[in-house]
């Protein structure tokens, strides 16, 4: 089995997809290679997603060695219809040319958002949304990637990037990133869409839950305010104690949380190799970081 990628940073950071300029719900954790705990990075009038994508794309011209998890869905399900927007002739044949159409449809709209797609008319038919179930959405909990699937089946709580209803839910989220995607095409690559280069920084999707999981967190509690639960999670995952934080909220301690898990499970080849992720799935779904 090939050997692990070898990182020197890790970054992980909780996502918004609120269509305003600074989304409350954007956070960065950052940590080196070794124990010590993660620190949150913030401007000092927050984070925007555009502010993020010039982060992220500084470190992919300075090609440091980073690993960045990124808490969001880079695409729809693909697999189950051989199509992520069945009965659309335009819809996308991967996942880069997903970035692409989402690119494309919502160039106007500002602050990264994605009104305009989810609006299109061909592409509403597919998400349910507030006051409008597009007649294609499938019902339900409404269509999973195949590593959503696998998600479930480690007893998480996957939600459908096609619904966009509640507060739970990942699909505008998931859009947005999508644009932050496309302007990082060439710049830094994201697993498993793009090879593994032997330098600089790579983007992997996360989910959150999974590091609260492997801190000891149980399902249904899993959200931290206050600084001895987080330093208590924090050693579970070989960390050290953290710098103590002005406020403690779900963004913030979910981003510290995460990477220290993503440092410790980059170190796991299994989860760069998912015995189920084909190579069809890697370049229509790609897969979520850590599962299996």
Same mark, same amino acid.
């Given at each position: 089995m ?11 950071i909780d996502?918004s ?6 989304p ?10 070794g124990?010590d ?6 401007p000092?009038?927050?984070w925007?997603?555009?502010a993020l ?7 992919g011209?300075?090609a440091?060695r980073m690993?960045i ?7 729809f399900p693909f697999v ?6 069945? #009965?659309?002739?335009?819809s ?8 692409d $159409?989402?690119? *494309?449809?919502? &160039?106007? +709209? ?6 305009s797609f989810v609006?299109?008319?061909q592409a509403?038919?597919h998400?349910r949304q507030h ?5 294609l959405?499938?019902g339900?909990?409404g269509r999973?990637r ?6 479930a089946?480690?007893r998480l709580s996957?939600?459908?990037c096609f619904?966009?209803?509640g507060a ?9 990133g999508?644009?932050?995607l496309?302007?990082?095409r060439?710049?830094v ?6 090879p593994?280069p032997?330098?600089g920084?790579v983007?992997v999707e ?9 801190? #000891? ?12 639960? $987080?330093d208590? *999670?924090l050693? &579970?995952? +070989?960390?050290r104690p953290?710098?103590?934080?002005a406020?403690y909220?779900?963004?913030s301690?979910?981003?510290l949380?995460t990477t220290?898990?993503l440092r410790?499970?980059?170190?796991d080849v ?5 015995a ?6 890697a370049?229509?779904?790609g897969?979520?970081f850590?599962v299996?």
């Open positions: 090939n050997a692990t990628p070898r990182f020197e940073h890790f970054a992980v996502w997809g609120q269509a305003v300029e600074r409350a719900g954007l956070a960065l954790a950052h940590a080196r290679a124990d705990a993660p620190t949150l990075l913030r000092e009038r927050g925007s997603r555009a994508a010039q982060w992220i794309a500084d470190h011209r300075a440091t690993l998890g990124m808490d969001l869905s880079p695409a189950d219809h051989g199509s992520y927007f069945p #009965g659309w002739d335009a996308p044949p991967d996942a880069h040319a997903l970035w $159409l989402v690119e *494309a449809l919502s &160039a106007d +709209d500002p602050h990264l958002s994605v009104g609006s299109h008319p509403r038919r998400f006051r409008d179930c597009g007649d959405f499938s339900g909990r999973f195949v590593c959503e699937h696998g998600q089946a480690m996957p939600y459908s619904n966009l209803v739970a839910q990942v699909g505008k989220s998931s859009l947005t999508m644009r932050v496309h302007r990082l060439n710049i690559p994201v697993w498993p869409f793009d593994v032997g330098n920084p983007i996360i989910y959150t839950a999974l590091a609260a999981r492997a801190a #000891g967190l149980r399902k249904g509690l899993s959200k931290i305010r206050d600084g001895m639960a $987080l208590a *999670a050693a &579970a995952l +070989d960390s953290h710098v103590p934080l406020r909220d779900d963004h301690t979910d981003a949380l220290a898990w410790r499970a980059a170190q299994r989860l760069w190799h998912p189920t992720m084909t190579r069809e799935i370049r229509t779904e897969w979520t850590g299996l």
